[in-house]
Each structure stands twice: as C-alpha cells, then as structure tokens.
C-alpha cells in the first residue's frame, strides 16, 4: 500500500464521518463537505492503485 492509497482511505473515513455528523446534528454544509472529502479521498485511492499497478508492470517486465 503506497502514501496516495492510505491518504485516500483516510480521507474517506474522515469523509463519511463528517457526512454523517452532518446529518446528525442537521448541518448541510458538514454533510456536503463530507460527501466532497470522500470523493477526494476515492481519487487520491485510485490514483494509488494505478501508481502500484504502474510499478507492479515496469517491475514484472524489467525482469523479463
């Protein structure tokens, strides 16, 4: 698991916990903001795992 997958989980889980205190204490802008830093989170994770795929590939065929 490399820097940019662990900060998107993260962000994920401070995300949702955000959304749902949001809704919670009936906060729109907390529950919007929430819904956003999840979504950031998805990318930063995403960006990760193309990053691994990406090494995991140039790895395998340096060995060939």
Do not use: P, Y
Not at 16 to 21: I, L, N, T
Not at 40 to 58: C, I, N, P, Q, Y
């Amino acid at each position: 698991m490399n820097d940019k997958q662990t900060k998107g989980a993260f962000d994920q889980v401070k995300g949702e916990a955000k959304k749902q205190f949001g809704k919670l204490t009936d906060n729109e802008s907390m529950e919007a903001e929430g819904r956003l830093d999840k979504g950031k989170g998805k990318l930063k994770e995403t960006a990760g795992d193309m990053k691994e795929d990406v090494s995991r590939a140039f790895n395998d065929s340096s060995r060939d």
